[in-house]
Nanobody, 126 residues
């Protein structure tokens, strides 16, 4: 079992920045690729970014390219999402998720993820 606990988020004006954190406990964190998804009101949950277990491969949605950065610190069992140049359309509940490293090729498919964080609200005002 892996427990994922998220922190960060909140309310920010457009153009501002926020950082989300997701700390894992339980089984070996470095065995998992990690990702961030988000779900806006009335919409389906969508993929944002993912990072391989080693941190040397990063995948991202076009909508956040150049603005969001995922990173991880395996010594701290933590994955981060640095969000810059935030837009009102980034408003959503953000979730971190863990994917067995053997399934990394399925990083966009939320059905493949094994564990999920509790979600954290990010609200960007215009």
């Amino acid at each position: 079992q892996v427990q994922l606990v998220q922190s960060g988020g909140g309310l920010v004006q457009a153009g501002g920045s926020l950082r989300l954190s997701c700390t894992a406990s339980g089984r070996t964190f470095s065995s998992y690729a990690m990702a961030w998804f988000r779900q806006a009101p009335g919409k389906e949950r969508e993929f944002v970014q993912a990072i391989s277990w080693s941190g040397d491969r990063i995948y991202y949605a076009d909508s956040v390219k150049g603005r969001f950065t995922i990173s991880r610190d395996n010594a701290k069992n933590t994955v981060y999402l640095q969000m810059n140049s935030l837009k009102p359309e980034d408003t959503a509940v953000y979730y971190c998720a863990a994917l067995d490293s053997g399934s990394e090729r399925y990083f966009r498919d939320q059905r493949k993820y094994d564990y999920w964080g509790q979600g954290t609200q990010v609200t960007v005002s215009s």
